[in-house]
């Protein structure tokens, strides 16, 4: 029996400056209920924030709904949230997704990694959709 050769990943990474507080961007970006984060809007949404704990949340994109799920890692307000990450578009890879929330001056510098996704189209997508999400999170915090 042959084993199927490993799927190749990379990293993609996106960094936006959001004026305001390093807590306050964490707050909107691991609060559901509130427009403009990553979760809202979840045509399903399973959500339960804490170390080890996990969710499931469908968005409808482009005519279909995507699922996705995974746990968190780690969680420390206005620092860092980890979690893993699932989706037809990581090919059923659990990649790493790591959003770190940094004071610049008088606002925040948002870096996502997001580790371990496929090296094919779906896979750096994922590029786009976190640059839309930080606009989001910008637009809400920033109006």
């Known amino acids: 029996m042959s084993v199927p050769a490993p799927i190749p990943t990379t990293e993609v990474v996106v960094t936006r400056t959001i004026a305001a507080s390093p807590t306050a961007v964490y707050d909107v970006w691991m609060d559901p209920a509130c427009p403009g984060g990553p979760w809202f809007g979840a045509a399903q949404l399973i959500f339960e924030p804490g170390v080890d704990k996990l969710y499931f949340f469908a968005v409808d994109h482009e005519g279909r709904r995507w ?7 780690r969680l420390d ?30 606002g925040t510098q948002v870096t996502i990694r997001h580790a371990g996704v496929p090296d094919d189209e779906f896979g750096r997508q994922h590029g786009e959709g976190w640059t839309f999400i930080l606009g989001s999170v910008a637009q809400r915090l920033e109006a």
């Open 77 to 106: 307000r206005g620092v860092v949230a980890a979690y893993t990450w699932m989706s037809e578009a990581t090919q059923g890879l659990e990649s790493v997704v790591t959003v770190t929330f940094d004071g610049a001056g008088a």
């Open 67 to 73: 699922h996705h799920y995974g746990r968190f890692l």
